[in-house]
């Protein structure tokens, strides 16, 4: 399959890598390549089985609008664009497009999630959340920390979760979940060693996505069991 890459900085640069391991076409833009979703017209995405989006989240918005008018397929791993998700989820539909989004590829961080969402099930404690990412890391709290939130909102509904950010020179990514009682404390945590497993991930969700034979909208969490 040909996947398109948009933006060349590390993790994006990895998926290109990743996506050629694994036998696939690759082509990639970064910013001054594709401003304004330019570049993202019918004859570019002619042939393009699936487009991978780790860019910025106002460049997402525009990406995506662009290539889910042309009805095409998006993976977007940017993350803190959420408030337009709802009109993305509408134009995917509308114009027979395909958008599958996450916080977080990685395979790894999806345990996380359901091993959260089980410690969420506990009564009589505190909860919390801490992330470490690298200095060039524009959101925070970031995407995957929000989401561990939510996971533990949905058990504890108003419940305030504290989050903790920390940007701290090349970090990949630690996650850390911590449950706090009068007699205990348990822990569980995700620490990415390497880019890869989120790039490695992005690349199964594109070969997914581009086997879907329908249009529609997907959260990775939901999908990543079919991969």
Known sequence: MLILVLGKGKTGSLVAEVARERGHGVRALDINEN?????????NLAGVDAVV?????EAAVENMRAVLSLGCRIVVGT???????ADMKALAVKRG???????NFSIGMQKLFRLTAQLAQLDGYEFSVSETHHVTKLDAPSGTAITLREIIQT?????????????????????V????????ILE????????????????????????????????????FDQL
């Not at 497009?97 to 916080?103: E, F, M, P, V």
């Not at 979940?177 to 205990?184: H, Q």
């Open 35 to 43: 401003e304004h979703a330019a570049a993202l017209n019918g004859p």
């Open 53 to 57: 989006d780790f860019t910025a989240p």
């Open 79 to 85: 993350t803190g664009w959420y408030g337009k998700l």
């Open 97 to 103: 497009g395909s958008l599958l989004y996450g916080t």
């Open 155 to 175: 058990a504890h509904p108003g419940l305030e979760i504290p989050v903790t950010s920390h940007r701290v020179g090349d970090a990949h990514g630690e996650h």
């Open 177 to 184: 979940v911590t449950a706090k009682s009068e007699v205990d």
């Open 188 to 223: 569980i945590r995700h620490d990415a060693s390497s880019r890869r497993g989120f790039a490695l991930g992005a690349v199964r969700a594109a070969e997914w996505l581009a086997a879907q034979k329908s249009p529609g909208a997907w959260d990775f969490r939901e999908i």
